[in-house]
């Protein structure tokens, strides 16, 4: 059993004191930043990124399980769009409640090790940090998935000093469902059985029953989920080793890229702070609060530093990594001067308002926003394209919408879900490629029924296994300079088949 208290009075300088109640602060800023980031999407001109159309699609149908992910994103989007309609801002709702969430969660992890104060600034510092402010535009697997990891490294500091067992069943909980968000969870277990064998004191907590209980507890959510993968031939598995490129022989890697990324994703100020950081947390190695700050952000940005060295990773891979660098790094900001803390935050602050109005200030000065300095383009004129294509859908409410790829498909679907349209998607191959070709593919059985084929592509591949071709349209809008969504309608008749009959 660990006396936080004890260790923060032993180890540092006792905090001034001071009058302003920093935690109902922190709960004002992080409301009136929420209702600011309500405010703006609508301004942006922007629909769903495709992932997030994707989600939609998967919360329309509630499984234990999906083609790339596990089915926590879905729920809540479901629950989302359950009680405000499937507006843009109802899509997006859980994550733009989940990161303030998350920020609460770290201030109160922050007061426990040290004080108010650092919780304060931890918790502010998130919410502004560069990954949450592009991710809280969006909604993303990545939300639920930091929200779990923090509240599991509260709680399992909760559960060390009281060893009550309604302390662990609420770990494993939290670990549990961070695993069916994300998969990237399960690191959470290394981190913390790490940080058990690092001091004598706590190994004994590997005889406790409540850390078995939550092991079992995490294993009881997780496992629907392995069931769902086990019937559908572990698609999410396939998905992971492909991103990975696991089995393959390709050699580079994009180390560089990786490591920009994360400094993006702290901002300037607070991935040199987490340098610096780690220098002092070597100076009190055998502090147990540096310990644990250690254990939970460098085994999993090694683990992904290394994959990025032999082939490629995301920037967001070890995201949840960045909750503890950034508290490492506030820490030895706040031991410093207070305008360096404030001046790694305004700087984040200057980038969140940079890109949000971004289209306001070529609106202002009248000048035209190109697409290559446009860092939303990806989420935008997909409505426009649906639009063009909806027609056509309603006037054969028999067809059924046929697509080759997960983008147009998504978007569709989302764009059209007024319409109900039946649709299949292209699935040539052995294994699936994406969640439409598990779950809807188009299957060799006879049938009467016309296709519409949705393409951005020349599809002679597609359109020569069927007797009859039809182009209904071509489709081309220009959403912005260097940014056009185009895409051919051609109505097929007379599926042959995926593959040519033998001679």
């Given amino acids: 059993m660990e006396d936080w208290t004890r260790i923060r009075m032993g180890n540092e300088k006792p905090e001034p004191s001071t009058s302003l109640p920093q935690p109902l602060l922190l709960l004002l800023l992080l409301a009136l930043l929420t209702a600011y980031r309500l405010w703006v999407i609508p301004r942006l001109g922007v629909t769903l990124y495709i992932d997030e159309a994707q989600y939609w699609t998967w919360a329309q149908n509630l499984d234990w399980g999906y083609f790339s992910k596990p089915p926590v994103i879905a729920w809540l989007i479901r629950a989302s769009t359950t009680i405000f309609g499937d507006g843009l801002l109802a899509v997006k709702l859980p994550s733009l409640l989940l990161y303030p969430a998350t920020a609460w969660l770290l201030f109160l992890l922050g ?19 560069p990954i949450v402010s592009a991710l809280g535009l969006a909604v993303s697997t990545d939300a639920p998935l930091l929200f779990c990891w923090t509240a599991a490294m509260l709680l399992l500091l909760r559960a060390i000093e009281r060893e009550q067992m309604r302390d662990w069943l609420w770990l494993g909980l939290a670990v549990g469902l961070g695993i069916m968000a994300k998969y990237t969870m399960a690191a959470f277990a290394a981190s913390a059985v790490l940080y058990l064998l690092l001091d004598k004191r706590r190994r004994h907590i590997f005889a406790h029953p409540g850390l078995w209980a939550a092991i079992a507890l995490a ?13 559908h031939d572990f698609p999410t598995l396939r998905h992971t080793a492909d991103i990975t490129h696991v089995g393959s022989n390709d050699k580079g890697g994009n180390l560089g890229e990786f490591l920009l990324a994360q400094i993006g994703s702290l901002g ?13 947390a070597r100076r009190k190695w055998r502090d147990p609060r540096y310990q644990f700050m250690l254990c939970f952000s460098l085994p999993l940005l090694g683990i992904v530093f290394l994959q990025a060295l032999r082939s490629e990773a995301n920037g967001n891979w070890a995201a949840p990594a960045l909750v503890s660098a950034l508290l490492l790094g506030v820490v030895l900001l706040s031991r410093v001067k207070t305008r360096w803390w404030i001046a790694a935050l305004s700087v984040n602050i200057v980038l969140m308002l940079a890109a949000y109005h971004l289209g306001d200030y070529f609106n202002l000065t009248g ?11 990806r989420a935008k004129g997909w409505d426009k394209l649906a639009a063009q294509v909806r027609p056509l859908i309603a006037e054969r409410p028999g067809a059924i919408l046929l697509t080759s790829d997960r983008t147009i498909t ?9 319409l109900k349209p039946d649709y299949r998607s292209w699935a040539p191959n052995q294994h699936p490629g994406d969640h439409y070709q598990l779950t809807a593919p188009l299957t060799e059985e006879p049938s009467s029924r016309p296709l519409i084929l949705v393409t951005q592509t020349d599809e002679p591949s597609i359109t020569s296994r069927f007797t009859h071709t039809e182009t209904l349209k071509l489709i081309s809008i220009e959403v912005e300079p260097g940014l056009r969504r185009q895409a051919r309608v051609i109505l097929l008749e007379g599926f042959k088949g995926y593959r040519p009959a033998l001679d």
Wanted: charged residues 10%; contains cysteine.
């Fill in 268 to 280: 300037p100020g607070f991935a040199l702070a987490f340098v610096a950081g780690l220098a002092l």
């Fill in 219 to 231: 294993c009881v959510i997780v496992l629907p989920n392995i069931v769902w993968n086990w019937a």
């Fill in 410 to 418: 998504a978007h569709l679907l989302y764009h059209l879900h007024d």
């Fill in 111 to 129: 007061q426990k090790l040290f004080d108010v104060r650092v919780g304060f600034r931890a918790g502010l510092a998130f919410a502004l940090i």
């Fill in 367 to 377: 000048q035209v926003q190109t697409a290559k300095l446009d860092p939303l383009k």
